[in-house]
């Protein structure tokens, strides 16, 4: 028990050590390349450029309260990167849609990510789809963990 415990931890650490390092060195590169600071290309990421995503939903997603977003989307917004728009159910709604300068910019972002991550380039082919399998799964089991949160959350508001 004691032995999973342990394991559990340093491979959360791990992937934090990674994640963390990856985010560094990208940051670098998008604010250098892409004028984005690491706020701006964290919540651009975060945007579905297929679908509106109201803002209280990107706070959500970044975990912060919703008007620390504002900063970042006025940021995005100005660069022509998205736009807001009222929620056509309820005017009260703000979304964020992705332009095709967004779109165009994730690209860049995605072209960055794809050619300059040297922790998964040292990985094989075979290695980094087992490692995205499992990532995948891991991901699952997290939504699906937020999501019996919010349940319960729901259920002792009642």
């Known amino acids: 028990m004691a032995e999973n415990r342990n394991q559990v931890a340093q491979l ?52 912060c309260d919703p008007s620390n977003v504002t900063s970042f989307v006025d940021r995005l917004e100005t660069a022509g ?6 929620d056509e159910h309820d005017r009260r709604i703000k979304t964020l849609v992705v332009t095709p300068a967004g779109r165009q910019m994730l690209a860049q972002v995605d072209d960055i990510r794809g050619t300059d991550s040297p922790p998964l380039q040292a990985l094989t082919a075979a290695e980094r789809e087992t490692l995205q399998k499992l990532l995948g799964k891991a991901w699952t089991a997290a939504k699906s963990f937020e999501a019996d949160i919010c349940a319960q959350r729901t259920t002792e508001s009642r």
């Open 12 to 63: 959360a650490q791990q992937v934090l050590d990674v994640s963390n390092w990856l985010d560094r060195h990208h940051n670098v590169r998008f604010a250098s390349e892409l004028g984005l600071t690491p706020a701006s290309a964290r919540a651009l990421l975060q945007l579905d450029p297929d679908q509106p995503v109201p803002t209280r939903a990107l706070a959500s997603m970044l975990g």
């Open 81 to 86: 990167l998205i736009e807001r728009h009222v």
